[in-house]
């Protein structure tokens, strides 16, 4: 019953919301079958970040890096948008979100139909020289992978390593997706926080925008957050399952509003 009123009041934010914006982390796409980098069994407890992370391991010895991606990417490039994907694209297709920043590197917003997006810590799907910066799809990476079954992968003009347009710890994040970020934060007056545990800087920050200004946030996590008590709404559960109420539910007041009218 608490659930259903949370879920209830969350959905009449968003609607009565101007400028309504959501944060989206790990927790959105490990429903579609992405391992958590991060959390508690993620893939940073099996290898080391320093050694398979780290772009200074990577400019030493960038076979690491690739030894970790070939297990890792197929999970990322066969992976699906889930109903948290689907809700939030969802709200943005009602003019309720005006964009998504997330943390994740998978694309499932845009496949999901979502168009305003900031990656914040890149996508998985692009690959850049590391030398003459030429750029790659995943297709043509595969395809050279396949053919020379070598690491890393090289450029066809300077043979210089290929990396995928990910951030790696020590590099600094895209200067335009975060400023962009900052400044949709800032004006934000709901912040849809789904699947982040608010602890990886400077992403954690952008909440703090949204609250010095006199916006509030709703939090959709499977665990507790440092900004729970400053919350405006906090339900804790699967973000696939409480989005796509919060969509069904917002759609139900809409639609009695307008027959009230």
């Known amino acids: 019953m608490i659930e259903e009123k949370k879920i209830h009041q969350a959905a009449k934010l968003l609607l009565d919301s101007k400028t309504a914006i959501a944060l989206t982390g790990a927790g959105v796409s490990t429903e579609s079958g992405i391992p958590d980098f991060r959390g508690e069994g993620g893939i940073w407890e099996q290898y080391k970040p320093e050694i398979y992370g780290n772009i200074k391991s990577f400019l030493t010895d960038p076979s690491k890096f690739w030894a970790l991606a070939e297990k890792v990417a197929p999970n990322l490039f066969k992976a699906k948008p889930n109903p948290g994907h689907i809700a939030l694209a969802e709200l943005e297709n009602m003019n309720i979100l005006k964009a998504i920043i997330t943390q994740n590197i998978d694309e499932l917003h845009q496949k999901a139909g979502a168009v305003i997006v900031y990656e914040v810590h890149g ?61 949709l ?15 990886v800087a400077p992403v954690c920050d952008l909440p703090a925008y949204t609250l010095r200004d006199g916006g509030k946030l709703i939090i959709v996590n499977d665990r507790p957050t440092h900004l729970d008590e400053r919350a405006e709404i906090v339900i804790h559960d699967k973000t696939g399952i409480i989005l796509s109420l919060i969509v069904e539910e917002l759609k139900k007041i809409k639609t009695k509003n307008e027959t009230n009218k």
């Open 185 to 199: 934060a800032q004006k934000a007056d709901i912040m849809l926080i789904a699947g982040s545990s608010l602890s």
């Open 123 to 183: 996508n998985i799907n692009r690959f850049v020289c590391f030398g003459c910066r030429a750029s790659y799809t995943k297709d043509q990476v595969i395809k050279k992978l396949k053919k020379k079954k070598q690491y890393p992968p090289t450029c066809d003009m300077c043979a210089a390593p290929l990396k995928p347009s990910v951030v790696l710890f020590g590099e600094s994040l895209p200067t335009f997706e975060i400023y962009q970020s900052q400044a």
